[in-house]
């Protein structure tokens, strides 16, 4: 089969997709709103964040302090940073932890959780489409 011939199959099959086989749901990357004062950097919606992605608060709390070599501090609703941050360098790092321990790498979806395995071993689990993957 020429080139040709096979683009012009593979608009025939996407062109015959029902629609929502095409249309993937779209996942809103949460952002953290957050200020400085003094040393500090306070991001104000900590928790609304870990509830939207459903991760344990420690282990978001955690893996910032590790990236971001800070140490931090969860007072309510709120994650306190020990030091001055600037740009967006807190948002990229919440933005790889979703990509890494969120998003389902088959499908793309959100819908997953952390299963322990033991061993310090831990697998993401797709609720979606079931899907299981290692990850450190
Ligand atoms: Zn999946």
Redesign the pocket.
């Known amino acids: 089969m020429s080139p040709e011939n096979y683009d012009k199959l593979l608009d025939n099959i996407y062109a015959n997709l029902p629609e929502k086989v095409t249309k993937t749901e779209r996942f809103e990357m949460p952002r953290f709103e957050y200020f400085t004062e003094g040393n500090k950097t306070i991001v104000k919606n900590f928790k609304a964040v870990v509830d939207k992605i459903r991760r344990q608060p420690e282990f978001l709390s955690k893996h910032l302090s590790k990236e971001l070599a800070v140490p931090v501090e969860i007072q309510g609703d709120r994650l306190i940073l020990a030091r001055k941050l600037t740009g967006d360098i807190v948002n990229k790092k919440l933005e790889e932890f979703v990509l890494k321990y969120v998003i389902?790498k088959?499908?793309k979806?959100p819908d997953t959780h952390v299963q322990e395995m033991g061993h310090g071993l831990r697998q993401l689990v797709?609720e979606?489409?079931g899907?299981r993957m290692a990850i450190r």
């Open positions: 389902c088959q499908c979806r797709c979606s489409c899907a």
